[in-house]
Structure formats: structure tokens, C-alpha cells
């Protein structure tokens, strides 16, 4: 059974740094895309980054690039998320997600919360 188990998140001022982790389990990734996504309160879901296992493809919301870096270690199959500069509106849960395709996930993680305060 496929788990992506999301941790890191929690409550930070502005102008500091987090960085999530995605551990991965129960199968093999190798070719999927790993990818973060967030969803505000009120707000709809809204992509974060992506890259592929295999690869060093990345691909990062243009919005949040150059603030924010998606990862992996592969040894420990997982994916990270190192967030710099937060910003009380970067505040929403965070999920990671994999799929075969950068436009179609097929398994998610539960979420953490991250919380930026001004």
C-alpha cells in the first residue's frame, strides 16, 4: 500500500525557514513525479513544485521560485521541501502527492500544517 507521510510543518515567523519531508513507502517511485502542493482556507489547491525520481527535472511555481526548493534523498525515499522567506500567506497545509504524469497525481499524503505569522 502506497504512504506518503508528510512532516515539518508547524509554526514560524516571517522571514524564517522550514523544510517538510515526504517519506515515501510501498512502492517502487522510480519515474514518478513527486510533487508539493498547498491549500489555504478558502482558497483552492494550488501546485508548490514537482520532480521526477528518476531525473533532475524539477519544476517550481513561478510564484515561489527562488524562495522555495523542492528535493529528494533517494537512500531514504524521501522528498523535501525547503521553504526560505515565509510569508504569512505561504500559511496553508502542505501535501505531497505522486504520480506518473507532472499534471496528474494519483496518491497523497495526509498534510501538515504550516503556519507563518506577521
Known amino acids: 500500500q502506497v504512504q506518503l507521510v508528510e512532516s515539518g510543518g508547524g509554526l514560524v515567523q516571517a522571514g524564517g525557514s522550514l523544510r517538510l519531508s515526504c517519506a515515501a513507502s510501498g512502492r517502487s517511485f522510480s519515474g514518478y513525479f513527486m510533487a508539493w502542493f498547498r491549500q489555504a482556507p478558502g482558497k483552492e489547491r494550488e501546485f508548490v513544485a514537482a520532480m521526477n525520481w528518476s531525473s533532475n527535472f524539477t519544476y517550481h511555481a513561478n510564484s515561489l521560485k527562488g524562495r522555495f526548493a523542492i528535493s529528494r534523498d533517494n537512500a531514504k525515499d524521501t522528498v523535501y521541501l525547503q521553504m526560505n522567506s515565509l510569508k504569512p500567506e505561504d500559511t496553508a497545509v502542505y501535501y505531497c502527492?505522486?504520480?506518473?504524469?507532472?499534471?496528474?497525481?494519483?496518491?497523497w499524503g495526509q498534510g501538515t500544517q504550516v503556519t507563518v505569522s506577521s
Open positions: 502527492a505522486s504520480g506518473l504524469l507532472l499534471d496528474k497525481y494519483d496518491y
